[in-house]
């Protein structure tokens, strides 16, 4: 069964350094998403982008935070000059246009700043 | 600004015993709602969606929606252990578009042999 992929798993960084959390959704999907979720808390959406630019962002999608689609498989989420509050586990996920409300979400990036 | 409201626990219920999940939310147009489980350090994975006022079954499973009190339910039947984790309310507008749902802070529930 296809799934999303992420790497790293976990990804430990000094504050101020840039970080870049990988994504391989699935292949037929055609939006992609980054949601964030700091221990304890709920899942905060961050970026959705579809046919290759942002479709939607929140607030905290500041300008420290960019997405690409580098090539056709890959999609990242490049995060400038980390802070320690950036410190939460984020998740990549896809859905396909059609059956539109499913969205796969990847296993996860684990992000400490220190 | 959208809320999810659920209570975050735990539940703890018994092996074999009904457990009951609420969730609440305050925009009113929303149209899709959705619960996931979320196993510690884990992602969330989708278990029911519901669309229309009413119950929806699927195996020990049922949603259960009331858009005039903007209310939504989960109950899980015959408990197991495996099914302790976090469930998660997710609410969105509807169909099309990007589609970003809003998620609560989610319910631990504790099944105990």
């Known amino acids: 069964e296809p799934e999303v992929t992420q790497t790293p798993s976990h990804q430990v960084t000094q504050m101020g350094q840039e970080v870049i959390l990988r994504c391989v959704p699935i292949?037929?999907?055609?939006?992609f998403y980054w949601y964030r979720q700091i221990l304890g808390q709920k899942v905060e959406f961050l970026v959705s982008?579809?046919?290759?630019?942002?479709?939607?962002k929140s607030e905290i999608f500041d300008d420290q935070f960019s997405v690409e689609r580098p090539d056709g498989s890959n999609f990242t989420l490049k995060i400038r000059s980390t802070k320690l509050e950036d410190s939460a586990m984020y998740f990549c996920?896809?859905?396909?246009?059609?059956?539109?409300?499913?969205?796969?979400f990847g296993p996860g990036t684990r992000l400490l700043v220190l | 600004q959208k809320e999810v409201e659920q209570n975050s626990g735990p539940l703890s219920v018994p092996e074999g015993a009904i457990a009951s999940l609420n969730c609440t939310y305050s925009?009113?147009?929303?149209?899709?709602f959705f619960w996931y489980r979320q196993y510690s350090g884990k992602s969330p994975e989708l278990i029911m969606s519901?669309?229309?006022?009413g119950d929806k079954e699927d195996g020990r499973f049922t949603a259960q929606l009331n858009k005039a009190s903007q209310y939504v339910s989960l109950l899980i039947r015959d408990s197991q252990p495996s099914d302790s984790a976090t469930y998660l309310c997710?609410?969105?507008?509807?169909?099309?578009?990007?589609?970003?749902?809003?998620f609560g802070r989610g319910t631990s529930l504790i099944v105990h042999p």
């Open positions: 519901i669309y229309s006022n």
């Open positions: 925009d009113r147009v929303s149209q899709s």
């Open positions: 292949s037929n999907h055609l939006y």
């Open positions: 996920a896809s859905r396909a246009l059609a059956g539109w409300e499913t969205q796969y």
């Open positions: 982008f579809y046919n290759n630019e942002i479709s939607e």
């Open positions: 997710a609410v969105g507008p509807a169909a099309g578009g990007s589609y970003i749902p809003t």
